[in-house]
């Protein structure tokens, strides 16, 4: 929780983000497409945080977990991505069961290229960074059941929007991403409490700003699932929506800034 520090500070409410995509459990050790970032990048990482910023190789067809946000599977149930930790190295994620916080869910930690199963079905941890986990099915059924088109690109609101929030179909995603602004543009989010809505479910709030700190928060939410809640955020920090990448380049008084970085 954040009290005041000085400054300005805005409390924002926490609002329902577009993520791409029961039990999880550890087995082991663009045009509409989800951008995938190097193997290992360690330009952008948050302050304390060693980096990389980036391990591991993320398939174009891959579910995005967003931090601090959830993503509702095919067949029920779902998956959070709760915290992370870089040793200079590689970077750990710790995973929550369920796409919706409860108490006494069981939490495990991952790295690249562990297997969990998650629903019943296994999937395997791609790639893990300060901003999202990318997971892979494993069996062609569920990545089918992920990539299923949507009865409508239309968004009705609530959880009737979960086809268009937790999906690996590219006419949803192309569809998302032309929503916001192009490559290089910047996307403004005032923070007075207001909400940022999208065409396909999305929306985005700023629920913190730290004008002392240099340091703002950013919430998602799609289909009635906080899909993303970026903590602790400055300027320099990769965030990510709907698949689509953004670099914080703006933080005042009244507002987050930020600049497209992928196409």
């Known amino acids: 929780m954040h009290g005041p520090v000085g400054g300005y500070r805005f409390a924002g409410s926490v609002l329902a983000l577009l993520a791409l995509a029961g039990c999880g459990s550890p087995s082991g050790g663009g045009g509409g497409k989800p951008t995938a970032a190097p193997a290992t990048t360690t330009a952008g990482a948050a302050a304390g945080d060693e980096g990389p910023v980036c391990a591991g190789e993320a398939p174009e067809d891959g579910l995005h977990v967003l931090r601090g946000g959830g993503f509702r599977l095919p067949g029920g149930g779902g998956v959070r991505y709760v915290d992370a930790r870089a040793d200079g190295t590689t970077r750990e994620a710790t995973l929550g069961d369920g796409a919706l916080y409860e108490p006494d869910r069981r939490e495990w930690p991952v790295r690249p290229g562990a297997r969990v199963t998650l629903s019943g079905a ?4 791609r790639q893990i960074c300060s901003y999202r986990v990318v997971l892979e099915p494993e069996a062609a059924e569920d990545r089918s059941a992920l990539a299923a088109p949507p009865a409508s ?3 009705v609101g609530g959880p009737a929007d979960a086809s268009l929030c937790f999906t690996t179909n590219q006419d949803v995603l192309t569809a998302a991403e032309a929503g916001f602004p192009a490559r290089g543009e910047e996307l403004a ?22 004008t002392d700190a ?19 955020v400055r300027v320099g920090d990769p965030v990510e929506f709907a698949g689509v990448l953004f670099e914080v380049s703006g933080i005042t008084g009244q507002a987050v800034r930020l600049k497209r970085t992928s196409a």
Do not use: H, K, Q, W
């Not at 296994?122 to 941890?125: D, G, N, P, S």
């Not at 940022?196 to 700023?206: A, D, E, H, Q």
């Not at 998602?220 to 906080?226: D, E, G, I, Q, S």
């Open 214 to 232: 240099g340091t703002a928060g950013i919430a998602a939410n799609c289909a009635a699932v906080p899909v993303a809640a970026y903590e602790d």
């Open 189 to 210: 989010l005032v923070g007075n409490g207001g909400v940022r809505r999208f065409p396909t479910g999305l929306s985005l709030t700023v629920s913190y700003l730290d």
């Open 122 to 125: 296994a999937y395997t941890v």
């Open 153 to 155: 690109l239309e968004s």
